[in-house]
């Protein structure tokens, strides 16, 4: 059984620009959370995505958005990209209470 | 609101001897408990959970852990360490309600020499 993918591995953008992050779960998974691990400020809950709809989201201004698509995969924006931004941004998909993570996205904001 | 504490950031230890990493949490619901390792530059990876029966848990690689509702903690114990345990180790807790957001604790480097 394939695991949960992310792409890209890296991602490299200057302050100001749009990043995608993409998240693709464990088949028969229908929930993906989303987590960001920034130095310093350790795992953070983003967003919460069941069955195409978003369902709670954390601390984190509106600038982070996302979708999940039919087919349960997801996708993580980040508009106007801040240095702090630069982080390792971590997709989980989900059944029932045990989540199984991705091996992450990071991201780098020059 | 859950929190997660995690006291030691750092845990030295010397190959084939025992370690303990320390998790305490706080909730005012019940809780489920998980204790992840992560990899240099890799995602998470499940060690073990608690979500009810018997509060001995054992996981993968070797590694349990004790859930003791009196004093909200979640400790992790391995009786012989090995180089290839070195990592760094997460304490998280969700309630058994429909939204599971994990809540982590800060993380423990656990270093094995040899």
């Known amino acids: 059984e394939a695991g949960v993918t992310q792409s890209p591995t890296h991602l490299i953008k200057t302050r100001g620009q749009q990043a995608t992050l993409r998240c693709s779960p464990i088949?028969?998974?229908?929930?993906v959370y989303w987590y960001q691990q920034a130095l310093g400020l350790g795992l953070q809950f983003l967003l919460w995505y069941d069955e195409g709809e978003e369902r709670n989201r954390g601390n984190f201004p509106p600038r982070f958005s996302g979708r999940q698509f039919p087919n349960y995969s997801s996708e993580l924006n980040v508009n106007a990209l801040e240095l702090e931004d630069s982080a390792l941004y971590l997709c989980a998909s989900s059944l029932l209470y045990e989540q199984f993570f991705g091996p992450g996205t990071r991201l780098t904001v020059l | 609101a859950q929190s997660v504490t995690q006291l030691d950031s750092q845990v030295p230890v010397f190959e084939e001897a025992p370690v303990e990493l320390r998790c305490n949490y706080s909730?005012?619901?019940?809780?489920?408990l998980f204790w992840y390792v992560q990899y240099p530059n890799q995602g998470l990876q499940l060690l073990l959970k608690?979500?009810?029966?018997?509060?001995l848990v054992k996981g993968i690689n070797g590694f349990e852990a004790e859930f003791n509702k009196s004093q909200t903690s979640f400790h992790l114990r391995k009786p012989s360490v090995h180089i290839s345990d070195t990592a760094e180790y997460f304490c998280?807790?969700?309630?058994?309600?429909?939204?599971?957001?994990?809540?982590f604790g800060t993380g423990t480097r656990l270093l094995v020499s040899p």
């Open positions: 088949s028969g998974h229908t929930s």
């Open positions: 608690y979500l009810s029966g018997s509060t």
């Open positions: 998280a807790v969700t309630t058994n309600t429909g939204f599971q957001k994990l809540v």
């Open positions: 909730s005012s619901v019940s809780v489920y």
